[in-house]
């Protein structure tokens, strides 16, 4: 499970970020994830419990921003919704590689007490 990785090196962000202000604790942390960026999201609240126990950030809430993924065709210019990753567009049937967003696993903000 991947997920577990990936939350470890957000979770170290996040205790970094959060000392750097001073903080005790971690109220919520939020985090964009792209419909394309290979995780499960299930699967990270589930990491998320596991990894953020014994730190400041034990009793934080974890909301994600679900971010769909968007295509631009390189043909014709238009952008549209790449539904299961499927670049096909809808105006003249080319197939981009120009994907605008929805690889993202970023951590997008912290509350902080
Ligand atoms: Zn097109």
């Not at 979770?11 to 942390?29: N, P, T």
């Not at 990270?44 to 034990?58: E, G, H, K, N």
């Not at 105006?91 to 120009?98: D, F, M």
């Amino acid at each position: 499970m991947h997920e577990l990785s990936l939350m470890e090196a957000l979770r170290d962000l996040a205790l970094q970020q959060a000392e750097a202000e001073g903080a005790v604790r971690i109220a919520v942390m939020t985090l964009r994830v792209g419909s394309l960026a290979g995780v499960e999201i299930e699967a990270l609240r589930f990491a998320f419990a596991a990894v953020m126990a014994d730190t400041i950030a034990a009793a934080a809430v974890l909301r994600i921003e679900v971010v769909p993924a968007v295509c631009r065709c390189g043909g014709c210019g238009r952008r549209f919704a790449a539904l299961d990753g499927v670049c096909e567009c809808p105006s003249c049937g080319a197939i981009s590689r120009e994907l605008l967003q929805g690889r993202e696993l970023q951590l997008t903000s912290l509350e902080i007490a």
